[in-house]
């Protein structure tokens, strides 16, 4: 879907989900059989990707007709949708031997796609990024959370049903609110002591049941470095498929500088002007960076420091 907003890495997927279709398994039957559809593969996480002509990375589409087949059955098998006319299915394989090497051999290799997402056509990273989101669902849901059965695939994949006492299950999001703090001219950044030595990142936080939006990040910023939110703006979401949250990106004025980390959370916060914000994003402060440009952190911090003062 086409919309006119700001798109991170991992949104803007072109297909039509063609939600309607799900439940009709005559159809997608059919679909799945006819030499005009497509499929994508996914082995532990990793998708099945091919080299372009100007040395970046794309998805390798398969025949649907073959995906069906190295699928074995419903399990698996997830209906992506549909790009125009054409259906779009992708497969979820697992286990030691790499498909690449065997049933796939030349026809492209699997990859990680945090590594090569900013190396892909946006379009192709928000569709792999999808399928890996409802494949780690899949993955983690056999059971029913009502009666512990094993549960089923359903409506192409999107849903799970109980056998036993027929709950339904669908995919979960996590939302997850990250949001760029700022007082007076000058933002600030956290750092957990975990990460690479000298990044520096938006604080985040998830939602938890009951809260707005807004209040869970107020939450954090207190929570985590001891800062009191005065107002709240939105600037974009983005997909994040590790395994499956929706990051919510804001920008929080704060009512004062005096940040504390709290030691569990965050080991260090630390302050930047614009101009400091600016020479961040480029590289140019000895000792510290922060997130790639792939990341919803890299563009709040471009998107404050580029405003206007």
Known sequence: MTLDVFRNTFA????????????????????LASSESLGIA????????????????????????????????PERLLFMGLWNETA???????????????????LGEFKDLRLLAAQMPGPDAAILATAKAMF????????????GQPSEPREGG???????????HFPRTDPVVIMLAHHEGRCMLGRQEAWPKGMYSALAGFLEPGESIEEACARELA????LKTVRVRYHSTQPWPYPSSL???????VADDQAAPDQTELSEVRWFTRAEARALLSGEIEGAFCPQPMAIAHQLIRAWAFEAD
């Open 12 to 31: 803007g997927n072109p297909l039509n989900r063609a939600s309607e279709r799900r439940g009709d398994t005559d159809w997608l039957e059919g679909q």
């Open 42 to 73: 996914l082995w532990n996480g990793r998708p099945f990707v091919e080299k372009t002509k100007d040395g970046g990375w794309q998805v390798a589409y398969l025949p649907a007709k073959l995906v069906g087949e190295l699928a074995g059955g």
């Open 88 to 106: 779009i299915f992708a497969v979820d394989l697992e286990g030691p031997a790499d498909p690449a090497n065997g049933p796939l051999q030349g």
């Open 136 to 147: 780690e669902w899949r993955r983690k849901h056999g059971y029913c959370a009502a009666c």
């Open 158 to 168: 999107w849903k799970r049903q109980c056998p036993s006492c027929q709950a339904e």
């Open 223 to 226: 929570e985590e470095a001891a």
């Open 247 to 253: 990051m919510i990106g804001l920008i929080a004025e």
